[in-house]
């Protein structure tokens, strides 16, 4: 059964907890799709992740377009949310509407994901008004990395803490289905998620959001550039898939790779007409 906005609130109202993760192509969202997850985020962090850049902020269209098909092709039961990247949605409600519609046609995605507060909520309620599912996404917003000062976590004084409640009801008023949380104390986040009766997505924001996130090469130990504090490895793949690349590039040297039955054969009567 394919997880929709309505499984998203049914889960909140359950209290069952939503499992998220990142996903840029199809083999890999096969294999997140056959583990159970219940959601798909097509996030701009491809650009770390994928291109290798310092942050999210050159991601285009495009690229949200190319990634986002190739792991809608591959989901059935799970939700795929594509990332609005860094300046397709700030300039104009109009442009947020045509880019969002973007995502849908052309990245097949079944709801669309953008960063701010009460400042992008007339793109929120534009976006949603044309039948378009919206994720909001609050705390640290990483497409704001320059006005932050770097990706360190939020919402830690008064002040700071206060405008994060006021944003994430403004959110939900202007019709977010869910919101991301990223990097924010714990507590803040509970009592976020208290206050809204749609689902809060957790990353760095501790147990008791509605739901979490991780990015995939983070939880495999795949992405070492850099390791969040909330980043869990449950499995150590880069550390696999070296050693299974430097076996290919040993048994390549020695002659021994490949072997007999990696190989296609041929008719002898053939082969001699061709000496
Ligand atoms: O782009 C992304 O992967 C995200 C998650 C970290 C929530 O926005």
Redesign the pocket.
Known sequence: MKNTVATFAKMKANGEKIS?L?CYDYSTAKLEEAAGINAI?V????GNVMLGLPD?LSVTMEDMITYGRSVARACHNTMVVI?MPFMSYQVSVEQAVMNAGRLMKEGRANAV?L?GGAAVCPQIKAITDAGIPVVA?LGLT?QSVNALGGNRIQGKSEEAAKKLIEDALAIEKAGAFAL?L?CIPAPLAQLITDKLSIPT?G?GAGAGCDGQ???YQDMLGLFSDYTPKFAKHFAELGTQMKEAFAAYVKEVQAGTFPAEEHTFKMDEDVLNKLY
């Open positions: 998220m990142t985020l996030g701009d962090s491809l999210t990332d994901k960063e996404h990483p991301t990223e997505i990353i996130i991780l990015v």
